[in-house]
């Protein structure tokens, strides 16, 4: 199968033949119809969170079955799925108290997949999804219906549910709140939108480029602040009563952002820690000030999605129209472009581009 392999941190993606290995116990062999490029993985393709070389990166995706692993009994050959990085064993004290984005099972170091001299390949993110093929833990899917785009419903599997999640799940945020979300990416505005389903009151959107404000307020957001304006925390207090939010989503891997978040939020406010930085960034932080405020900061992991709960409730919201989902595409590219893409990706602006493999254009 042809799959886009990092050879090199920092350095383009080489379109090249691995190897895949048949699905063992408990595993599902997946081809792919698309897979979104999310920040994550240029975070890995840049080398900002190491890892180990040749590898496949790619989380986002979705196609149909094709080869079932003993024992799994919950999926067809050639149904659809969503594809995502979220694995659980269902037996840990965290997969027991229904967190499986905290999954304790570290699991091996086995990948599926090989140069065809037999040369092992990283899997990214256990799942290696730049690849026209996945052989995923059954944990990793989770169904479609027939009539749902695939290029849409990969989405789904990274950027929706951690910006959806982090207002649904981990912040659990009642009605009539306000909220500020810092980053309008992929996952900001998700996050916007997620806190406009949710009944937030007031949802302020910060980012550096005026022209990700204006999308913002297409997802939800209320008002826009230009986060490098010096007076931008005056700016978000006078839309909040001289306050601050109630809720601050922080949704990009920047320690200013965070730095900035923590001026933003309103007395026994929280902060919902969704942007990942890089393995040595660190903020500064006054817990005296935090601790007289009695705020809360909280990580939010893939916005503390569980599958077969969230996915079905966003596929009904999207269905209703108040999840939009088509409109976060920015372009789509075939996989002999995913450098092309990546650079587009690099650059910002982007909402979420879009691999095709070659399996998308024979679905019905």
């Given at each position: 199968?042809?799959?886009?392999?990092?050879?090199?941190?920092?350095?383009?993606?080489?379109?090249?033949?691995?190897?895949?290995?048949?699905?063992?116990?408990?595993?599902?062999?997946?081809?792919?119809?698309?897979?979104?490029?999310?920040?994550?993985?240029l975070h890995f393709i840049e080398g900002a969170w190491g890892g180990s070389l040749p590898a496949v990166y790619g989380h986002e995706a979705a196609g149909f079955v094709t080869t079932l692993g003993e024992g799994v009994t919950d999926y067809r050959i050639g149904q659809r799925v969503l594809v995502t990085l979220i694995r659980s064993c269902g037996t840990c004290q965290c997969c027991a108290d229904g967190r499986p984005v905290r999954c304790e099972a570290g699991g091996t170091e086995y990948s599926p997949l090989s140069l065809p001299d037999g040369t092992p390949v990283t899997q990214g993110m256990k799942t290696g999804a730049f690849a026209e093929k996945v052989v995923v833990d059954a944990s990793q899917l989770a169904p479609l219906p027939d009539d749902m785009p695939l290029d849409v419903a990969a989405l789904l599997a990274c950027?929706?549910?951690?910006?959806?999640?982090?207002?649904?799940?981990?912040?659990?945020?009642?009605?009539g709140v306000t909220a500020v979300v810092i980053g309008t990416g992929g996952v900001g505005l998700n996050t916007i939108q997620g806190a406009r389903i949710?009944?937030?009151?007031?949802?302020?959107?910060l980012d550096v480029a005026p022209e990700k404000l204006e999308a913002a307020r297409e997802f939800g957001a209320t008002d826009g602040v230009l986060a490098t304006d010096?007076?931008?925390?005056?700016?978000?207090?006078?839309?909040?009563?001289?306050?601050?939010?109630?809720?601050?989503?922080?949704?990009?891997?920047?320690v200013m952002a965070y730095e900035q978040a923590l001026g933003l939020t309103a007395p026994g406010g929280t902060i919902i820690m969704a942007g990942m930085t890089g393995n040595?960034?660190?903020?500064?932080?006054?817990?005296?000030?935090?601790?007289?405020?009695?705020?809360?900061?909280i990580g939010s992991k893939m916005g503390g999605t569980v599958l077969r709960r969230d996915i079905p409730r966003l596929?009904?919201?999207?269905?209703?129209?108040?999840?939009?989902?088509?409109?976060?595409?920015?372009?789509?590219y075939p996989l002999a472009r995913i450098n092309e893409a990546i650079a587009d990706t690099a650059k910002g602006g982007t909402r979420r581009n879009v691999i095709l493999f070659d399996a998308f254009e024979g679905l019905p």
């Open positions: 199968m042809k799959a886009a392999l990092c050879t090199r941190f920092n350095a383009p993606l080489e379109i090249t033949e691995l190897s895949l290995a048949a699905p063992m116990r408990g595993e599902v062999e997946v081809t792919l119809a698309a897979c979104a490029i999310c920040h994550s993985d950027g929706v549910i951690t910006g959806v999640g982090a207002v649904f799940n981990t912040a659990a945020m009642p009605a949710a009944g937030a009151r007031h949802i302020i959107a010096p007076d931008a925390r005056a700016q978000v207090l006078a839309l909040t009563g001289g306050r601050g939010a109630e809720y601050v989503f922080v949704t990009v891997g920047a040595d960034d660190y903020m500064r932080l006054n817990p005296m000030m935090v601790a007289y405020l009695e705020q809360r900061l596929i009904d919201l999207y269905r209703q129209g108040r999840l939009k989902l088509d409109d976060l595409i920015s372009n789509r």
